[in-house]
């Protein structure tokens, strides 16, 4: 199973960005996806998360009401719209496969992980 992150980069504070995770190798279609994040000297922490069939979403606290976190009805491919971004959302971003249909802030509920790719937001 290959997870595939894309649509990181460089932006400025107050700016958009969408992340996009295509699952290869294997259907993700009956598993619960979600987004992490590490900055440096900090761990994994969770961002986002959404059900099999995306009728449940979860986000952390500090990305509420600006993240928005979807996947395409194959069940496939995830997305995470970013808007307002501040440069405390600086990191590398990795999406994951979760073990179960619903899924949770635990990393350890997560199964497949992506390589991620970084996103850097400047004052």
């Known amino acids: 199973v290959q997870l595939q992150a894309s649509g990181g980069g460089v932006v400025q504070a107050g700016d958009s960005l969408t992340l996009s995770c295509s699952v290869s190798?294997?259907?993700?279609?009956?598993?619960?996806m979600g987004w992490f994040r590490q900055s440096p000297g900090k761990e994994r922490g969770f961002v986002a998360g959404?059900?099999?069939?995306?009728?449940?979403?979860d986000y952390a606290d500090s990305v509420k009401g600006r993240f928005t976190i979807s996947r395409d009805n194959a069940g496939n491919t995830v997305s995470l719209q970013m808007n307002d971004l501040k440069p405390e959302d600086t990191a590398v971003y990795y999406c994951?496969?979760?073990?179960?249909?619903?899924?949770?802030?635990?990393?350890?509920?997560?199964?497949?992980w992506g390589r991620g790719t970084q996103v850097t937001v400047s004052s």
């Open positions: 994951a496969v979760g073990l179960r249909p619903y899924g949770d802030s635990d990393p350890r509920s997560y199964r497949y």
């Open positions: 190798g294997r259907t993700a279609s009956n598993n619960a």
């Open positions: 959404i059900s099999w069939r995306g009728s449940r979403t």
